[in-house]
């Protein structure tokens, strides 16, 4: 996770802005934003013909004050969205506290892939249920109450899950498994409810759908990561929530996580039985038949787009963007805990990040919305780049200051919470630009799906690199053994020979600052080789965007 992925991890290695929505009815884009983490994000899956059930029905607009409780239902539910992936964020964190290596957290990362993947089951999600249950409560009620399940099992598992001692460290691999469960659900869950928003609002209120999944998955995420890191803390607990210290947080993960399954469990069987779908969502036998057809001819669909050779150059390029940014973004905060910053206080740093991360995307339209946005990514490429070595200076700087108490001077929170701002400004112009290009070229006919592929393959272009970054920091990493001759620190059967002997494993080269230079090298190739292309496919005919279906 970046800097901001260890305090706000999506995307992802964390909660990134939501994107820009393609309506199939006219094309035109809905933009909304949230704090990032990682800065990850998903289009909502719209797919053509599924919110015009009631075409030729004329409505009464009821306004926002008689659509209140609806309203309340969908933030809630996407409140519960961002529990267990705030949960997810804050795991690698307490995992850098148990000394795991970085191929343990790299495999990790892995748990923040099935929010870049949903497009693959969406379809199915939209399409198979059942009629009498209702179209979007079929996922919705299943899927949430795995979740409650999951998380009551790990209320239970967690602290063995996590015990490290001298004979082995956490089970990474069962933790692994289960978040990625945890995020695979919710990102099932976030689908059904964007599906269900269309119709549980009126037309005239359906844009406060994206609001309420903006703010609520932001509240969410912030629930289950900053504020459970701050009150699983003893030392911040102690210095300013307690009168008499003690020696654990006010709440354990085992506790958050009992506590929030319950309510998982309790608040589905609310809406299973007392919430019932809208009849502008119930369809008959032959409407049931079409969609399904359907399902094929929206994976038909994506593979056409993707073989457009325009659409296949821009996801090439994608796909690559980011391999620059990937040691900055997905090591620097996993390497401050390292070299001792709390995990709390990295995650309270991003507080007052909110209010910039909301006028970030506003004054950065006024310069994507004309016919080039990609120029401004293009132009902020290179900020990014020296912004990670800023990063690695950062980390390289940070043992010097810690005082004998073990904590950090206010200045140096300050310097961090100003790198973090510059950040955000590179990669907040950079996203921006690549989301109003998104909306410039999708066609407007098919926009939804068009869209929501380029949002995949975009934050597929974060996720991998990231992935790589972390495992290939321990084979990077160069230790020599002191104190005992003819012993070295090459793998941990050797390193724990080493101290037998009486030796101590020191780090002769820090694999992360390896990576830094690695990246930002190849970062500066692919901004004078690719970068430029990019920047051509502007120049592009509208008709070299199109999908010709059937051909």
């Not at 994608?318 to 390292?338: C, I, N, P, Q, R």
Request: include cysteine.
């Amino acid at each position: 996770m970046e800097l901001s992925d260890s305090v706000t991890h999506k995307n992802g290695r964390q909660r990134k802005p939501a994107v820009p929505q393609g309506d199939m009815r006219d094309g035109d884009r809905v933009c909304n934003t949230t704090p990032d983490m990682d800065m990850e994000v998903e289009g909502e899956v719209l797919h053509q013909g599924y919110d015009a059930e009631d075409n030729g029905h004329p409505r009464v607009k009821p306004g926002i004050r008689g659509e209140l409780g609806n309203v309340s239902l969908l933030l809630f539910l996407y409140v519960l969205q961002g529990i267990p992936l705030g949960l997810a964020g804050s795991i690698p964190l307490i995992l850098q506290g148990k000394n795991v290596s970085y191929k343990d957290q790299a495999f990790f990362s892995f748990v923040f892939w099935p929010f870049s993947l949903k497009l693959l089951w969406a379809p199915l999600v939209d399409a198979l249920y059942l009629t009498r249950f209702g179209r979007r409560k079929s996922w919705l009620v299943p899927t949430q109450y795995l979740l409650g399940l999951f998380m009551l099992y790990l209320s239970v598992t967690v602290d063995t899950l996590l015990e490290s001692d001298e004979g082995r460290g956490p089970d990474v691999v069962t933790l692994t498994v289960v978040f990625f469960m945890l995020a695979f659900l919710a990102a099932t869950q976030d689908i059904a409810v964007d599906g269900w928003a269309l119709t549980m609002l009126s037309r005239e209120n359906v844009g406060y759908a994206s609001t309420c999944n903006s703010v609520g998955q932001t509240a969410g995420y912030f629930l289950g990561n900053v504020l459970f890191l701050a009150l699983e803390s003893a030392d911040f607990c102690n210095k300013y929530l307690r009168a008499q210290p003690k020696e654990t947080g006010i709440v354990t993960l085992s506790e958050f996580l009992f506590f929030w399954g319950v309510v998982f469990l309790v608040s589905t069987t609310l809406v299973a039985i007392m919430k019932k779908e809208n009849a502008r969502g119930q369809h008959g036998k032959r409407k049931v038949r079409e969609e399904t057809q359907s399902v094929m001819e929206t994976y038909k669909l994506l593979v056409s787009i993707i073989k457009m050779p325009a659409v296949f150059t821009f996801c090439s390029l994608l796909l690559t963007a980011k391999m620059g940014f990937s040691a900055a973004d997905a090591v620097t905060g996993l390497k401050l805990v390292e070299a001792g910053v709390p995990k709390e206080q990295l995650a309270l740093l991003a507080v007052p990040m909110v209010p910039l991360q909301i006028l970030l995307p506003l004054i950065i339209s006024k310069y994507t919305a004309g016919p080039r946005p990609l120029d401004v990514f293009y132009k902020a490429f290179p900020f990014r780049l020296l912004i990670g070595l800023e990063y690695a200076l950062l980390v390289w700087w940070t043992p010097s200051l810690k005082q004998d108490g073990g904590g950090f001077p206010l200045y140096y929170y300050a310097i961090v919470l100003f790198s973090y701002a510059l950040h955000q400004v590179a990669l907040y112009s950079m996203y921006v630009a690549c989301m109003a290009f998104h909306a410039k070229v999708s066609d407007p006919m098919i926009g939804g799906t068009y869209m929501t592929l380029l949002n995949t393959v975009t934050n597929l272009g974060g996720n991998w690199p990231s992935t790589l970054a972390l495992w290939m920091v321990d084979p990077l990493t160069s230790k020599e053994c002191q104190g005992a001759a003819g012993q070295s620190c090459g793998s941990p059967e050797e390193a724990g020979l080493c101290v037998k002997e009486g030796g101590l494993c020191v780090t002769s080269l820090d694999g992360y600052y390896v990576e830094s230079v690695v990246c930002v090298v190849i970062g500066l190739v692919w901004w004078v080789w690719l970068g430029k292309r990019m920047r051509r496919l502007q120049d592009q005919s509208p008709a070299a965007w199109r999908c010709r279906i059937g051909q």
